[in-house]
């Protein structure tokens, strides 16, 4: 065999190496559903709003600090003092970073003192993007945290 041979071999070589590749990438990026965040062209168009929203909830001086293991989220809710917030409502939407379409909304049950517990559908792992609303006598208080599930 002579070194056009071989180098004619190479290169078919890796160009059908390059072809295997692309279509078990292709294939694989196919698998499951879309990995976009759902409204995500109107949340950019009010985006205003959720820094209004933002600047709202600071002033407040509230506190929401959630903890995420397998298939419970709790929330530890804090009023400016420092204070335990009994009796709000809490409200939770999010979706794990690895399966965006997999959301969840759920409202947590007060469970004593500053704690608000709830069930999540499903086994939770990974990192979870998480919006928590607190409720408490018409003042609403918004966080958006990112939060791994142990």
């Known amino acids: 065999m002579n ?3 071989k180098w004619t071999l190479a290169i078919v070589g890796l160009l059908g190496g390059n072809l295997i590749a692309m279509a078990v990438l292709a294939t694989t990026a196919n698998r499951g559903g879309a990995q976009v965040i759902d409204d995500y062209y109107e949340k950019s168009v ?3 709003d959720a820094i209004d929203e933002a600047a709202r ?3 407040l001086g509230w506190s929401a600090d959630p903890t995420l293991s397998a298939d419970t989220l709790e929330v530890r809710v804090h009023g400016a ?3 335990p917030l009994a009796g709000a409502r809490v409200r939770v939407d999010g979706y794990p ?3 965006a379409s997999d959301r969840f909304a759920i409202d ?3 469970i004593g003192g500053d704690r608000y517990r709830a069930h999540v559908p499903g086994r939770r792992t990974g990192v979870h993007d998480l919006t928590i609303r607190v409720e408490l ?3 609403q208080f918004t966080r958006r945290i990112a939060v791994e599930a142990r």
């Open 57 to 59: 909830s600071t002033a």
């Open 97 to 99: 970073r690895a399966h």
């Open 3 to 5: 070194a056009g041979t």
């Open 137 to 139: 006598d018409g003042a």
């Open 81 to 83: 003092s420092g204070a």
């Open 46 to 48: 009010h985006y205003d």
């Open 108 to 110: 947590l049950v007060a």
